[in-house]
T-cell receptor, first 113, second 113 residues
Framework: DAGVIQSPRHEVTEMGQEVTLRCKPI?????LFWYRQTMMRGLELLIY????????DSGMPEDRFSAKMPNASFSTLKIQPSEPRDSAVYFC????FGVGGYTFGSGTRLTVV | AQSVTQLGSHVSVSEGALVLLRCNYS??????LFWYVQYPNQGLQLLLK??????LVKGINGFEAEFKKSETSFHLTKPSAHMSDAAEYFC???????????FGTGTSLTVIP
């Protein structure tokens, strides 16, 4: 099992540009989570999906952020337009139903200049 | 509502000394509790989890944690620190659905040679 795969690992973009982060969960996992990690705020849950359906997006900071999960093996987190304060490490995690921890991806380090 | 508090954002121990990282939880339902470790530039890895079975939980790399309901604590310990244990450690709590984890702010462990 390759684990949760995120791409790109690093992204540097200019303010105002659109950024798309990608995630492939572990096969068979029916929950997918997007987290953001910063020094100031720690780990914040942005949104999570169950069976490709968004369940809770209350953590999405603003309308500039959107997330989709078109199928069980792929999800995107889009920021449009990006701002310097969006600079952070974005993690995707997945899990299957029942008791258990998440499996995290290696993260995407986003820098908006 | 659920939350965790990690006491001490930075902990330093000598190599070979006892490691003790503190976590207290708040939960309106019987909690599931987790410890994760994050090495530099990597995602979070599950160290161990408590899911209402044995109160003393053993995890990977020689770590263990004890669930103490009377103290609402789930402290992480390791008898003898190794240089490779230097990392960020996160405590997390979830309810029985496991749909949403609430992470602590993390404790950075430094191991001094």
């Amino acid at each position: 099992d390759a684990g949760v795969i995120q791409s790109p690992r690093h992204e540097v973009t200019e303010m105002g540009q659109e950024v798309t982060l990608r995630c492939k969960p572990i096969s068979g996992h029916d929950y997918l989570f997007w987290y953001r990690q910063t020094m100031m705020r720690g780990l914040e849950l942005l949104i999570y999906f169950n069976n490709n359906v968004p369940i809770d997006d209350s953590g999405m900071p603003e309308d500039r952020f959107s997330a989709k999960m078109p199928n069980a093996s792929f999800s995107t987190l889009k920021i449009q337009p990006s701002e310097p304060r969006d600079s952070a490490v974005y993690f995707c995690a997945s899990r299957t139903f029942g008791v258990g921890g998440y499996t995290f991806g290696s993260g995407t380090r986003l820098t908006v200049v | 509502a659920q939350s965790v508090t990690q006491l001490g954002s930075h902990v330093s121990v000598s190599e070979g000394a006892l490691v003790l990282l503190r976590c207290n939880y708040s939960s309106s339902v019987p909690p599931y509790l987790f410890w994760y470790v994050q090495y530099p530039n990597q995602g979070l890895q599950l160290l161990l989890k408590y899911t209402s079975a044995a109160t003393l939980v053993k995890g990977i790399n020689g770590f263990e944690a004890e669930f103490k309901k009377s103290e609402t604590s789930f402290h992480l310990t390791k008898p003898s620190a190794h240089m490779s244990d230097a990392a960020e450690y996160f405590c997390a709590v979830s309810g029985h659905t496991g749909n949403q984890f609430y992470f602590g702010t993390g404790t950075s462990l430094t191991v001094i040679p």
